[in-house]
């Protein structure tokens, strides 16, 4: 999508005028209320699912074994040692102490699962004592070893062949789930709409990225629900996974000039879901160029000259932020000047104007890229579903009342989301070796829609039993169901 303006301009021109061939059947120009012409574009339709994928899903889905969720935990942990990130603050590792994993586990199933330690605790267990587990929490769980544990299972995911029918990790959305904060704390904000209505209704909104191999890397707890592209942005920089991601997919909140001009010059293509195209505007390099029927509606012109003046200040600042001498959420409060833009904010506004025009005029032009951005968030909402799931003790509230508090429980859940996944994607791709062993073709296009976030076979309910069956501690899978049985 790095092509000149003007030529992804007279692409979209050309799609207005009617020409056999080259016409834009979703796009069209209207006349607003007061008279002024905008661009009114039709949504893609919905894609039809074949049968086979429908019969395909049923059959995979039928096989996957019943599972309680701290098995599937450990099962995890013996294909890639991701609990072996959770070294003690002082510097051991879990090995020091005897069934310290089983502690880890137990501790990081109560959080994400907000039901509490007292459930995972036994009396016949010294790993599941009740201080044991405090202990645990105190000295093993924190955002260092969450994250590098979390790391772990994205990387060993991205290894599995059946992964890359998904994707190759290059798209990356942004978005988060939003939870009710029933306690006093101040790192909760208001809003009527997600947390309910009265002087105490409050939440936070944990910003996640996920890729589109479904697994999700970075979180950060934000009050209330603002979604800024500087929540974004800092998530690309500090995550440390092995996937690198090339573009970054939001809804339309965060979707400004500012934005796309400091995603562009970072070298990621910022690419938001839109949700009132007709009112975006368009910018024009060439005040000469003329555009057809969109010439009247692309009048102003971008400022090159500025850009160009103060293009190795925009450097500068793109090196400060890979460096990490900067903060983003810094970065944007330098930049607007509380209201006034600095000369660098100008020119990198400038900057996102001429991305910004590009990209819309292939938002309009490219029915294709619409439907990729689409895909992507509704996995990433099919996967906060997941979370939700798992997340559904105390009426799926958080009841921490400080910010490292929530942090270090929606890390585990995003952790144990991230557990669940990969799980689901090993037996996927052992039901389909199966069914393919019984003489059933598979076309590789349905392996694509094909989606692991489901759970309807993970018990987070009542059992909390951590060991595994003797025949998965030796290295072996479970047997998958036989179609039919419960």
């Known amino acids: 999508m790095g092509a000149h303006p003007g030529f992804r301009l007279q692409q979209l021109a050309a799609g207005l005028s009617g020409e056999e061939g080259v016409r834009n059947e979703w796009l069209r120009i ?3 209320p007061e008279g002024k012409d905008h661009l009114v574009l039709t949504g893609p339709e919905a ?11 049923a059959d995979v889905e039928a096989r996957m074994p019943i599972v309680d969720l701290p098995e599937v935990l450990l099962e995890v942990h013996s294909w890639t040692g991701c609990l072996d990130a959770f070294a003690h603050v002082s510097g051991e590792m879990p090995s020091r102490r005897e069934d310290m994993i089983k502690s880890i586990a137990a501790v990081l199933v109560a959080q994400a699962m907000n039901v509490g330690m007292r459930p995972m605790a036994s009396e016949h267990e010294p790993a599941l004592a009740v201080d044991r587990l405090f202990w645990a929490e105190q000295n093993y769980i924190r955002a260092a070893t969450l994250t590098a544990a979390n790391a772990t299972l994205v990387d060993y995911h991205a290894q599995q062949e059946i992964v890359q029918t998904w994707g190759g990790g290059e798209p990356t959305s942004a978005d988060g789930p939003r939870f009710v904060v029933p306690v006093k704390t101040i790192n909760a904000g208001p809003n009527t709409k997600y947390f309910g209505k009265g002087k105490g209704a409050r939440g936070v909104t944990f910003y996640n990225s996920t890729s589109d191999q479904f697994t999700g890397f970075h979180g950060i707890v934000i009050p209330g629900t603002p979604k800024d592209w500087y929540y974004i942005l800092e998530g690309l920089l500090e995550q440390e996974t092995s996937l690198r991601p090339t573009e970054i997919v939001s809804d339309t909140a965060g979707a400004s000039e500012l934005a796309f001009g400091v995603f562009r010059l970072l070298g990621w293509q910022f690419s938001p879901r839109l949700a009132d195209v007709g009112s975006a505007a368009l910018y024009r390099a060439d005040a000469a160029a003329f555009y ?48 006034t833009p600095t000369p660098i904010g100008r020119a990198l506004m400038e900057l996102g104007k001429l991305d910004r025009s590009v990209y819309l005029a292939s938002y309009f032009n490219d029915e294709l890229l619409r439907r990729r951005i689409n895909t992507q968030l509704n996995r990433q909402e099919a996967r906060h579903t997941l979370a939700r799931k798992i997340l559904h003790g105390q009426k799926g509230e958080l009841r921490q009342r400080y910010k490292e508090g929530q942090e270090d429980q929606l890390g585990a859940l995003g952790l144990m989301a991230n557990v669940c996944i990969l799980w689901n994607t090993v037996y996927t791709a052992r039901a389909l070796e199966q069914i393919r062993a019984e003489g059933k073709k598979i076309a590789t296009a349905d392996i694509a829609r094909l989606s692991p976030l489901g759970y309807e076979w993970l018990n987070f309910l009542g059992r909390y039993n951590f060991s595994l069956p003797e025949a998965v501690r030796e290295g072996n899978f479970r047997p998958l169901r036989t179609p039919g049985q419960r």
């Open 292 to 339: 057809g029927r969109l010439n009247a509606m692309i009048k102003t012109r971008v400022n090159v000259g500025l850009i160009n003046d103060h293009w190795d200040d925009l450097l500068r600042v793109a090196g400060s932020l890979h460096t990490g001498a900067v903060r983003p959420a810094q970065l944007f409060r330098y930049l607007t000047g509380g209201g």
């Open 47 to 57: 894609l039809d699912e074949p049968a086979t994928l429908t019969a395909l899903r």
């Open 30 to 32: 209207e006349k607003s």
